[in-house]
């Protein structure tokens, strides 16, 4: 069932902003009562909504990359967290926000088009402005200007507070488990690069050199049971073949708003609910891609931009952002944005 918004709010927010249903009976003159005795016994008004306050809120969103004709914008407003004043509020009010950030910040960082990306240091205020506490590092544009710039980002997320998954300083450091624990609810993220380990980029983290975690079924088992035994939820991410259309023209690429068939997404996906996830999301696609309920979990193929450069098709103008409420340890509601 679907949570609706009711005057632009929302229930598992706010209690107030739901519906109230009440139940009214009368009697016809000269009709016992007593069937409308049994009613009041038998029917039940108590609710299992559980309190606001009692709720984790989780927001989790796709694609981040500060760089080329966005880094170029921010420069020219010097305003570095411009890509944040529509969206930084929204995400911040969770009591846990995650992006996926695919660009490092690089040292003397110099904007160009192309694609090697690096990001100016500046523009932290955009990620900052979003009140990030979460900073996924699956993707493959983190090393474009060698792993020491990943390592020295890595480190400037430290610094700030935030935590991260999915990369790390080395392929040890990458392949760890995040658990986050807030109002009785435990969660583990878990954040795998399929893409670069199938084929052999320079993007995957090894021995002293940063870069994103490894993929393997193997691997996926291991952590997912080890998760599974220290967490109530079990939230697996994915950096797949990249999803976004270059049609010529303003429409629709087609293909992007489903699982891709080659590579096998929708089976490398739907294994790790297999394996015991609670929700699997692709932060790969740079447009949203559909989501579907299977076995026991919930599956978000692909999420699209949330900052990035990429205005010229409708598609990668498009994005979800997903708002996961908890409570006690059990997954309540998603809603999408």
């Not at 991260?164 to 392949?175: I, Q």
């Not at 609910?273 to 076995?295: K, S």
């Not at 900052?307 to 997954?331: C, K, P, S, V």
Request: glycine share 10%; aromatic share 12%; net charge negative.
């Amino acid at each position: 069932m679907k949570i609706l918004k009711v005057g632009d709010q929302y229930y598992l927010d706010n209690r107030e902003a739901g519906i109230h249903i009440r139940f009214y009976a009368t009697l016809a003159q000269g009709v016992d009562s007593y069937a409308l005795d049994i009613l009041k016994k038998n029917i039940s008004t108590n609710s299992s909504v559980p309190d606001v306050a009692s709720l984790l809120k989780l927001n989790m969103s796709g694609v981040v990359a500060i760089s080329r004709d966005l880094g170029a914008k921010i420069d020219s407003l010097q305003n570095y967290d411009y890509p944040a004043e529509k969206l930084g509020q929204f995400l911040a009010e969770a009591d846990l926000t995650h992006i996926s950030n695919e660009v490092s910040f690089v040292d003397g960082c110099i904007i160009s088009t192309g694609m090697r990306f690096c990001a100016k240091d500046k523009y932290m205020g955009s990620i900052t402005a979003s009140g990030v506490d979460i900073v996924e590092l699956t993707g493959n544009h983190n090393n474009d200007y060698g792993s020491a710039s990943n390592g020295r980002s890595i480190e400037m997320y430290k610094a700030l507070g935030m935590d991260y998954f999915g990369g790390g300083l080395n392929n040890e450091d990458a392949s760890k488990i995040l658990y986050k624990e807030i109002d009785g609810t435990k969660i583990a993220f878990i954040g795998y690069n399929w893409y670069d380990t199938t084929y052999k980029t320079g993007a995957i983290a090894w021995n002293d050199k940063p870069g994103a975690n490894e993929y393997s079924v193997e691997k996926m088992k291991a952590n997912i049971a080890e998760a599974k035994s220290k967490a109530d939820v079990v939230i697996v991410d994915f950096q797949f073949q990249e999803c976004y259309c270059y049609p010529d023209g303003d429409v629709v690429y087609p293909i992007c708003y489903k699982p891709l068939g080659n590579p096998d997404q929708k089976g490398v996906f739907r294994k790790a609910i297999d394996l015991g996830a609670t929700i699997v999301i692709g932060t790969q696609a740079h447009q949203p891609q559909t989501y579907e309920l299977y076995g026991d979990g919930v599956i978000y193929y692909g999420l699209g931009n949330l900052y990035f450069d990429q205005w010229n098709w409708i598609g990668t103008r498009q994005a979800m952002i997903l708002t996961h409420y908890f409570d006690n340890g059990e997954y309540i509601n998603t809603k999408l944005t």
